[in-house]
């Protein structure tokens, strides 16, 4: 039975004691189910106005305290992904557990275990999913204490989509995204995610977007979240929430990568309610009602050769938490 969700849980408040010797968080990978793109900013950031869904597609961060005598140093490994992601302070993760002891003052290192299930450069916000992850683990590991408001303070320091996967459930996103209100949803929502063989980067995505903006004569404004949206994601009814999903960044995808345009098509065909570009793309989230559309959307997607494979998680899901 369907019931009403309230706000999502916080962050799992830090203790103080600090005297774990290792600590696991999950957080969630997502979906945008609108996204409308104002134009470019004198900062070079575009105003946004945007609907995030947490969706079961998990990354896991175990944050080790490291043994006495151990220089400090923030160290990553990575389980799952593709090969050849950054392990230095490239990888947002690490830039996360260092931000996190720049501004405690903890001199402490820690031990980074991460396992990716989100996809790489896919318009999921995984990398934000680790950073955040490593935020709420590294706090509790080290004792630093820091409340939910104070680590989305520092989570919007590292990204526009790291305070999202803090959050998680479903929320509205102003400004960069990381403006948060949380929305009230109710049930379960089924998504077929149909991966492509190759990543798309945001930025190039978000240029593309701004030269068809220009080649088209129009400065873009950011809409509002259409009513639409709000009653659909009140009713549990995805055939509701279908022709209410939007993204103003799918055009540019399309452009960029036309294949996207054929899995959309090719979802739908197979009984998907409606796809569309996931945020930046080009992963393609399809919409199903139930389990069996989700089997034969993954299965003609799959026949097609289009992508590289197909996934299969409902939403919404709680933001950043301690298990295990
Ligand atoms: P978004 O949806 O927020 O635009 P994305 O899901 O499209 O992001 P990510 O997978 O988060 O993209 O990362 C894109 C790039 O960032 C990767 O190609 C990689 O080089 C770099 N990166 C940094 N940290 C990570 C991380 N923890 N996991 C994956 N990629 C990372």
Same mark, same amino acid.
């Given at each position: 039975?369907s019931?009403?969700?309230?706000?999502?849980?916080?962050?799992?408040?830090p203790?103080?004691?600090?005297?774990?010797?290792?600590v696991r $968080? +999950?957080a969630?990978g997502k979906?945008?189910?609108?996204?409308?793109?104002?134009?470019?900013?004198? *900062?070079?950031?575009?105003?946004l106005?945007?609907?995030?869904?947490?969706?079961?597609?998990?990354?896991?961060v175990t944050?080790?305290?490291q043994?006495?005598g151990?220089?400090?140093r923030?160290?990553?490994?990575?389980e799952?992904g593709?090969?050849g992601?950054?392990?230095? +302070?490239?990888?947002?993760?690490?830039?996360?557990?260092?931000?996190?002891?720049?501004?405690?003052?903890?001199?402490?290192?820690?031990d980074?275990?991460?396992r990716?299930? $989100?996809? $790489?450069?896919?318009?999921?916000?995984?990398?934000?999913?680790?950073a955040? #992850?490593?935020?709420?683990?590294c706090?509790?590991?080290?004792?630093?204490?820091?409340?939910p408001? +104070?680590?989305t303070?520092?989570?919007a320091?590292?990204?526009?989509?790291?305070?999202?996967?803090?959050?998680?459930?479903?929320a509205?996103?102003?400004?960069?995204? *990381?403006?948060?209100?949380?929305?009230?949803?109710?049930?379960t929502y089924?998504?077929?995610? #149909?991966?492509? @063989?190759?990543?798309?980067?945001?930025?190039?995505?978000?240029?593309?977007? *701004?030269?068809l903006?220009?080649?088209a004569?129009?400065?873009?404004?950011?809409?509002?979240v259409?009513?639409?949206?709000?009653?659909?994601?009140?009713?549990g009814d995805?055939?509701?929430?279908?022709p209410a999903? @939007?993204?103003?960044l799918?055009?540019?995808?399309? *452009?960029?990568?036309?294949?996207i345009?054929?899995?959309?098509?090719?979802? +739908?065909?197979?009984?998907?309610l409606?796809?569309i570009?996931?945020g930046s793309?080009?992963t393609?989230?399809?919409?199903?009602?139930?389990?069996?559309?989700?089997m034969?959307?993954?299965?003609?997607?799959?026949?097609?050769?289009?992508?590289?494979g197909?996934?299969?998680?409902?939403a919404?899901?709680a933001?950043?938490?301690?298990?295990?």
């Amino acid at each position: 039975m369907s019931h009403l969700r309230a706000v999502p849980s916080a962050p799992t408040p830090p203790s103080r004691s600090g005297s774990a010797t290792s600590v696991r $968080v +999950e957080a969630p990978g997502k979906v945008n189910l609108f996204l409308s793109c104002g134009a470019r900013g004198a *900062d070079g950031y575009h105003p946004l106005t945007t609907v995030f869904q947490a969706v079961r597609l998990i990354e896991t961060v175990t944050a080790r305290r490291q043994a006495v005598g151990a220089r400090g140093r923030v160290t990553l490994t990575i389980e799952g992904g593709p090969p050849g992601l950054p392990v230095d +302070e490239r990888n947002l993760a690490v830039r996360a557990a260092l931000l996190l002891a720049r501004t405690t003052g903890v001199r402490e290192g820690v031990d980074l275990l991460l396992r990716k299930r $989100v996809p $790489v450069a896919g318009g999921m916000a995984g990398g934000s999913a680790d950073a955040a #992850a490593a935020l709420v683990a590294c706090n509790q590991l080290w004792g630093t204490g820091l409340n939910p408001a +104070e680590l989305t303070g520092l989570a919007a320091r590292l990204g526009a989509d790291v305070p999202f996967p803090l959050l998680g459930a479903t929320a509205v996103g102003h400004g960069r995204g *990381d403006d948060l209100s949380p929305l009230m949803t109710r049930g379960t929502y089924q998504w077929v995610f #149909a991966l492509a @063989h190759e990543g798309l980067s945001t930025p190039v995505v978000f240029a593309r977007f *701004d030269e068809l903006a220009a080649a088209a004569g129009r400065a873009p404004v950011t809409r509002e979240v259409p009513g639409a949206l709000t009653a659909a994601l009140r009713t549990g009814d995805p055939g509701a929430l279908a022709p209410a999903l @939007h993204n103003d960044l799918q055009a540019a995808a399309v *452009d960029l990568r036309p294949a996207i345009a054929e899995v959309i098509a090719l979802a +739908e065909r197979a009984g998907a309610l409606r796809a569309i570009v996931s945020g930046s793309g080009p992963t393609v989230a399809a919409l199903v009602p139930e389990a069996a559309t989700a089997m034969r959307v993954c299965r003609a997607l799959t026949a097609s050769g289009l992508v590289s494979g197909t996934v299969r998680a409902d939403a919404p899901v709680a933001g950043a938490r301690e298990v295990g």
